[in-house]
Every structure is written in C-alpha cells, then in structure tokens.
C-alpha cells in the first residue's frame, strides 16, 4: 500500500511538475547568463585551483570535493543501470540534457549561498538555501520547511538507498540470501558510519576520502576499457541513445516509464542540479568573489553526470549485455564486468561501491548537519546529536532491506520536494546573481583577480560577508 502510493506520487511529480520546472528554469538560467557552463568552463578549471588567503579556511576545491562526495556514489553506477533497464538507452540522453542545463542552475545555486553565507564566530563560513530564502525573501516559515525536507531526503531517503545499493551487489555471490544477508550488510554499514560520525573514525573518513578518488579514476579507467574492447560497437550504442531519446511514440505511450523520465529522475538524483543540496557545502569556502565558487560548483555537474554517469552508461552499452528489467540495478552492472573481467568484474565493483556508498553517507550527514544548525538556531547540543545520529543509522540499517521500488521511489519524492522549493526561489533572487556575474566578468577583462562588493550588486548592508 504504502509503496503503491509513493510510487504513484513519484509518477505524478516526474510527468507533471518536475519536467517542465526543470528544464525551464534551466533554459531560463542558461539563456539570462549567456550559457555561463559553456562559456566559463574554462575558467572553472582555474578558480578550483586557487587557494584561500586566510591559513586553514576551506578551499573552494575542498568544499567541492565535500559536494561531489555525495554526488558521486552508488546512483553513478546503480541508478544509471536501473535507467537503461527500465527506461532504455534513451534515458542517457535526457541524462546529458539534464546535466548541461543544471550546470547554469547549479551555477546559480551556489552564487546565492556564497553571496548570503554567513560568518561563524571561529572565522569559518556557513550557509545554503535555508539561509538564502531567510535573508532575500524574510521568510523564515519557507526556509524551516526547506530545511527539514533536506534533513528527511538526506539522512532518510538517500541514505535508505545508498544502503540498498550497496548490499544489492552482493547478490552475486553464492552466500547470499535475500533474507538475512541486506540485514547483516545493513548493520554493519550502520555501525561503521555511526562509529565515524559520532567522532571516532577520522582516521577511516582520511582512509576512504584518500581512497575514493583513486577508486574513482579506476572505475573510469575500468568503464574506458570496456569501451575500448568494444569501440565497434560505439555506433550502435549511439543510436540507440538517439533514437531511444526520441522514439515520440514510446514516450506518449507510456511517459511515466519513459527514457524522458527516467532520465530526468536519475539525471536529477546523480548531479542534484537545483535540488538544493551542493549550496550547503558552496557557502563554507572561502573565495574572494562569489561567482568562483558557482563555477566550482557548476563544474561538479559536469564530473559527475557527464564524466562518471556517461562512463557507467556507455559500459553497460557495449558489453554486450542486453539490459532487462529484471537486471535492473546491480545485477547488471556487475554482469557487464563480468562478461568483459571474468570473476573479478564483480569483486571490483563490489569494492567500489563500499567505497562510494561511504562516503556518500557520511557527505549526506554533512549536509544535515548544516540545516539542523539552521533549524535550532544554533549548534544542536550533544545530547540532541547523539539520539539524531542513533535515528539515522537505524534508517541506513532499515533501507538495506527494503524493496527496490520503494526505496528509489522514496528518494525521487523527497528530492523532488526539495526541487519545488528550491527552484522558484533561485528564480526569484536571480538579479543578485546576474549582478554579481557581470562584475566578475568585467573584472576578469581587465586582468584583475576579481573581489566582490555587495555594494556592486545593490546589496549592501544585506549581506554579513561582503560588505
């Protein structure tokens, strides 16, 4: 019943309402900053680069990398599976647009939580949506509402997932038994993440954050030789995501299971363009100039939904392995890898996964932490912490066993929810932004490092940053 109704409501918000305000505030973005994700791309790779001047203060690569830790994870690699299985090869397409019209939302998003980020008292900073919707629009109400959605999307339904992701791909291997085996993986994964976040494992947080990139160039690097064993193939797959993408017939026929939506839903939940979600870590960096750390962000779209989803997806494409609903997810990921590795196809992608769904986890939790800061209105005591963090290891524990439509239609519902806030009013407070482009791009011509002042973008005094 219940998983009836989340999916019916799932189904609903995808054909109706998220298509349409996706790609229109999209476009909207892209058209109103003169395609910044194509025009500025280069220009990303040089601000990532760039140091903050104060000792200690967070850079804007780390608060980029703190964001593509929970982009990148299990949905790169189990959700693009599911996508081409249920969908087909056409749902990389709208993937791809997805990903190039949220690059300029993404863009936006970030901009806003650098230009209303606040100042702690220890000299760090913090901000995101809660705190930009409060500070532009004066609407605590909205901004509360925002920011416990975050709180149930992230610490609920992403987590629930990522933990299912994870003990999915163990159903290759002889010892497991759907009865038992997601619960004992499930618990595990629970106590290893509530040994880290309640403040005993930065020693395994430094272990996995050195690790993951290096799992996530081999992964790539893993994708990029199954591509190349199979480059005769390439045409062939590229018409099929073409013609897949635009096969009119089967989208009207039955949207709600078409490449358009399961594209959009799975686009959406790899890269979080316009969700909300990468402003929270945007507004902890130190940057002389809010549109750098926009850039930063916006190239973090690009890595994980045009780099890491595109590897996972032309992978499974030329393997040779037909996709099929009842492959859906893992199976046929690791079935790929198979076919192309042999036996330790699985074993690799079992250990990327670990790996992914780690951090992706503890990455989550960092967002969540941000917005019941903002909730309480302060720094939650300990105590409060403490019975938080019990509550949510107990949903990582109970997501593992759950039933696969459920848990990925639960997550799409909450991340949609999120979208519907967060999307208007980016929308809204967008002549800041717009302001704030024009000056950085004006600075850049005449060969300066650009510094922001609210006053340039007719804010003063209603900033606590750039004044």
Not at 74 to 79: D, Q, S
Not at 129 to 142: F, K, N, Q, V
Not at 267 to 282: D, I, K, Q, T
Request: glycine letters at 10%; hydrophobic letters at 50%.
């Amino acid at each position: 019943m219940l998983g009836t109704l989340i999916g019916t409501l799932s189904d609903w918000l995808y054909t109706y309402l998220l298509v349409i305000l996706l790609i229109a505030a999209g476009l909207y973005f892209t058209l109103r900053t003169k395609f910044v994700q194509l025009r500025l791309f280069r220009e990303s790779f040089r601000v990532v680069g760039e140091r903050p001047r104060e000792a200690g203060a967070v850079s804007s690569f780390q608060a980029l990398m703190v964001s593509t830790a929970s982009r990148v994870g299990t949905g790169n690699i189990v959700g693009i599976s599911t996508a081409i299985c249920c969908g087909g090869a056409g749902a990389v397409f709208w993937m791809w647009v997805i990903a190039l019209v949220g690059g300029a939302t993404a863009f936006v998003e970030s901009t806003l939580a650098q230009i209303y980020k606040r100042r702690a008292p220890d000299g760090s900073c913090y901000g995101g949506p809660a705190y930009y919707i409060e500070a532009a629009l004066r609407s605590r109400p909205l901004a509360v509402v925002f920011a416990v959605t975050l709180v149930l999307t992230y610490a609920g339904g992403f987590n629930m997932l990522a933990s299912y992701n994870l003990q999915s791909t163990f159903s290759a291997y002889d010892f497991y038994d759907p009865a038992v085996t997601p619960w004992v993986i499930g618990a595990v994964l629970a106590a290893v993440v509530g040994y880290c976040v309640m403040g005993g494992g930065k020693r395994i947080i430094r272990f996995t954050s050195t690790l993951v990139p290096v799992m996530g160039g081999l992964y790539v690097l893993a994708a990029v030789v199954v591509i190349a064993m199979n480059w005769r193939l390439l045409p062939q797959v590229f018409g099929a995501i073409f013609s897949g993408a635009f096969d009119f017939r089967a989208i009207f026929g039955g949207f709600t299971g078409s490449a358009v939506m399961y594209g959009i839903k799975r686009g959406l939940f790899s890269n979080e363009a316009g969700v909300g979600s990468a402003p929270n870590a945007a507004a902890s960096a130190e940057v002389s100039h809010p549109v750098k750390q926009g850039l930063v962000q916006m190239l973090s779209v690009f890595i994980d939904t045009l780099l890491v989803c595109s590897a996972t997806a032309f992978m499974l494409l030329c393997s040779g392995v037909e996709p099929a609903e009842a492959l859906k997810g893992a199976p046929y990921v690791q079935l790929a890898l198979e076919n192309e590795f042999g036996a330790a196809g699985p074993i690799f992608i079992t250990a990327a996964m670990v790996l992914f769904a780690f951090t992706t986890l503890i990455g989550n939790l960092y967002y969540v932490d941000n917005c019941l800061s903002y909730i309480v209105g302060k720094i939650p005591a300990r105590e409060f912490m403490v019975l938080f963090r019990i509550d949510a290891m107990a949903l990582i524990f109970l997501g593992s066993g759950m039933e696969i439509n459920l848990v990925w239609n639960l997550a799409d519902v909450l991340m949609g929810v999120m979208a519907l806030i967060n999307l208007p009013v980016i929308v809204l407070l967008f002549p800041p932004v717009r302001a704030a482009l024009a000056d950085y791009t004006a600075q850049r011509r005449t060969g300066k490092d650009p510094a922001f002042r609210a006053e340039t973008a007719g804010l003063g005094g209603k900033t606590e940053c750039w004044n």
